[in-house]
């Protein structure tokens, strides 16, 4: 058996974690030799994950040279081993009910594998203010597919971010804010979104995403226009440009609105859309990764799943009890 032994050359793993104090929190890295900063509640979440930002900007390298940080640690990481399988992402984890974070190069199959944890797209990374654009720019990004995908990877990192009790309504809001979200970090949602939501007539939701630090309403609301503060500073660099983000944010509401009714149904409808192949029409996922992105328990799904299927939004669906695996086919969004 070969030893390993902690190596400089293959960091990127970074780990904070969030320790009580006597007068609030602090901050401790345990990468920077004075790493530890003082902290409040509201703001711990933000600053561990800037400070864990800050450490895989500062040691960009090129995806060959990249390899699976949770494989080199013996994939301590994760419930069950499926072999490494790449390509690799870079993974955020939250352990121990957000006291600790961690960022780290882990491979699809590993990433796939780790509970409370969400793959960080890497246009993160690679907006650091000083870098000169090059002529990539340039490049047109595909529809379709990219909005799809774009819904996709914000479900998984808002699984990761929000805590676990928070409502499927309340998460159907925090998607919507995010997306919609400006480089000033507001959001706006009309009216009508609100009301295609079905979520106009409840401030409910709003103050479970303000309890959890994740926004803060503003001033600037009106009646037909709900104003928030994101305090997420990750989300910041999560999509692209932002016209790619509307579009996401419209995807998004056209398949949480498109028949079912209640935010559990609307929110599993989503993931069901955000997670089929568009060409075959049918998705395949783990139910517990589900339950988790809906903010249920995985109890709650097989009951919702029949609603769906009587409503004509699900043609099929099954769960495979050894696997744990949900496999189904979608009616086609309009
Ligand atoms: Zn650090
Ligand atoms: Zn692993
Ligand atoms: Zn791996």
Redesign the pocket.
Known sequence: MRLRTACPATPRAWTVELRSHADGLVLVCRHCPHGSTRTTAAAARSAALAHLARHARGDLRPPHLRI?Q??ERG?A??PR?RG?ASPIRLLLAREHGGRLWRLAD??T??AA?TAQAAVVPDTVLTRAPLQPETGRRHRRRPKGPGEQIRVREMLSYLAAALPAGTSAAARLLALQCALRMSTTMEARLSKGVLRSLRLNTTPGPWRELEHARWLRPLPESTANEIVVALLDAAVLGQAPARPDRMRAADWALRASTAGAIGPVPQLMHLYLAAHTDPHAGSGLCELDQMARACGVSPAVLPGTLDQLAATGLLKSWQACPDSEDLHWTLHALS
């Open positions: 699976c949770c494989h994939c990481w994760h081993h490494c882990a491979c199959a590993c594998a």
